[in-house]
């Protein structure tokens, strides 16, 4: 089972930042926090990661708190074609695997 | 660089059939692994390879399997086909570095068994 729960939807307007919330609160002091994210009919994409320091790349922003049982992932500025299932995902490297769950629908709306 | 390529993209067979689904991994990747994809389980990993050698395994029974080339392309094999495997099959590789892995996923194989 995913060790994260995310709310299974979240609507955004387009140009509006959208914030992703993930719960990890069973985290482990090795767990990495990893977003990919699917669209429709599409493999999943990677987005970010980090351990315990805030991240920031071109495609987002993901804010890990100081306890780490809890992140959020900011998509700057949301455009319709960020309409996707957004997975949190906890991974140690050491198990060769992904366990996704079942995600954050992020609809963006025009 | 190419993206990881999968082959075929639609595949249409019939119960108690055999299929075969081929991966071409990222040049310099290593690690392949392969996941299913259903409405009703979500994403589950199936495999992972490296350098020939399977080092995890899912919870699937004995008629999935896999294999990895030396060239690091992946194949995968479903024996006795069911109504259930009905699903997208996605493959991925990987390069570890120091400051993390990350997945990048081919657009899937569509298994419909009739």
């Known amino acids: 089972d995913a060790k994260t729960t995310q709310p299974p939807s979240m609507d955004c307007a387009e140009g509006r930042a959208a914030n992703l919330p993930c719960n990890h609160s069973?985290?482990?002091?090795?767990?990495?926090v990893y977003w990919y994210r699917q669209i429709h009919s599409q493999g999943p994409q990677y987005i970010i990661h980090?351990?315990?320091n805030n991240e920031t790349n071109e495609m987002a922003s993901l804010i890990i708190t100081e306890d780490r049982k809890s992140s959020t992932l900011i998509l700057p500025h949301a455009t319709l074609r960020d309409t996707a299932v957004y997975y949190c995902?906890?991974?140690?490297?050491?198990?060769?695997?992904?366990?996704f769950g079942k995600g954050t629908l992020l609809t963006v709306n025009p | 660089k190419a993206g990881v390529t999968q082959t075929p993209r639609y595949l249409i067979k019939t119960r108690g059939q055999q299929v075969t689904l081929s991966c071409s991994p990222i040049?310099?990747?290593?690690?392949v692994s392969w996941y299913q994809q259903t409405p009703g389980q979500g994403l589950q990993f199936l495999f992972e390879?490296?350098?020939?050698?399977?080092?995890n395994k899912g919870n699937f029974p004995g008629r999935f399997s896999g294999r990895q080339f030396s060239n690091s392309r992946s194949e995968m094999n479903v024996s006795t086909l069911e109504l259930g495997d009905s699903a997208l099959y996605l493959c991925?590789?990987?390069?570890?570095?120091?400051?993390?892995?990350?997945?990048?996923f081919g657009s899937g194989t569509q298994l419909s068994v009739l």
């Open positions: 980090g351990l315990k």
């Open positions: 069973t985290i482990s002091g090795n767990e990495y």
């Open positions: 040049s310099g990747h290593r690690s």
């Open positions: 390879y490296f350098s020939e050698t399977q080092r």
């Open positions: 991925a590789s990987s390069l570890r570095t120091q400051k993390g892995e990350k997945l990048f």
């Open positions: 995902i906890l991974d140690t490297l050491s198990n060769y695997k992904l366990t």
